[in-house]
């Protein structure tokens, strides 16, 4: 089955500062890749998302990048704010059925420091 | 607000016992899926639901067992509860009839195993 795995798992950086986090995914079969964030306490929200037939997409300070060869991609924060910390989750999607199940990493575990 | 609702929140069984989890998907989301994230890790994909039948399952036991009703509503029951399966529960939705793969997440039931 698909494994994601992602890196690191936890991330300090300074107010103003750019993060980025990075994921690879085993099954070539996956073409659907969504980031979401996590707060403590709440439930995941989907902050971007990309499909296998792209290669970069940006929502802002958001981007994500894919790179289908190497099977991985990467979610980048720009100019983070201090709101952006929380625990991000990237995912690789097969379709089946009526939609995708997802494949979820780790987690990563962001600090943005005033 | 994603009208994603589960319950209940919270609750605590004793290992042996049965369990059954309750969600309400927003109106007009008729896939369903549920996920269960142990602490610490990225939620995983248990099985999916569309118009009441299963669609996709990820790799766990038969004693987790679903079902979805007509009004989309879903459940997720766990028999002979082992204390790994102290974990938060999440419940998931998707709108019919769009070609995004955004799944609506509730709040998540927490269970604790003793």
């Known amino acids: 089955g698909e494994n994601v795995e992602q890196h690191p798992s936890t991330l300090s950086v300074q107010e103003g500062d750019s993060a980025v986090i990075k994921c690879t995914y085993s099954d070539s079969a996956s073409n659907y890749f969504p980031w979401y964030k996590q707060e403590l306490g709440k439930r995941p929200q989907l902050i971007i998302d990309i499909r296998s037939n792209v290669g970069e997409k940006k929502d802002q300070r958001i981007a994500v990048t894919l790179n289908k060869t190497a099977k991985h991609f990467s979610l980048h924060i720009t100019e983070t704010q201090p709101e952006d910390s929380a625990v991000y989750f990237c995912a690789a999607g097969l379709p089946g059925g009526s939609g995708y199940a997802l494949n979820f990493g780790k987690g990563t575990s962001l600090l943005v420091t005033p | 607000e994603t009208g994603v609702t589960q319950s209940p929140t919270h609750l605590i069984k004793t290992r042996g016992q049965q369990v059954t989890l309750r969600c309400s998907s927003q109106?007009?989301?008729?896939?369903v899926s549920w996920y269960q994230q142990a602490l610490g890790q990225g939620p995983q994909f248990i099985f999916q639901?569309?118009?009441?039948?299963?669609?996709g399952r990820g790799n766990f036991p038969p004693r987790f067992s679903g079902l979805q009703f007509p009004n989309y509503s879903s459940e997720l029951n766990v028999n002979a509860l082992e204390l790994d399966d102290s974990a938060l529960y999440l419940c998931a939705s998707r709108p019919s009839g769009t070609n995004t793969g955004e799944l609506f997440f509730g709040e998540g039931s927490r269970l604790t195993v003793l």
């Open positions: 639901y569309y118009r009441e039948e299963e669609n």
């Open positions: 109106s007009g989301h008729n896939t």
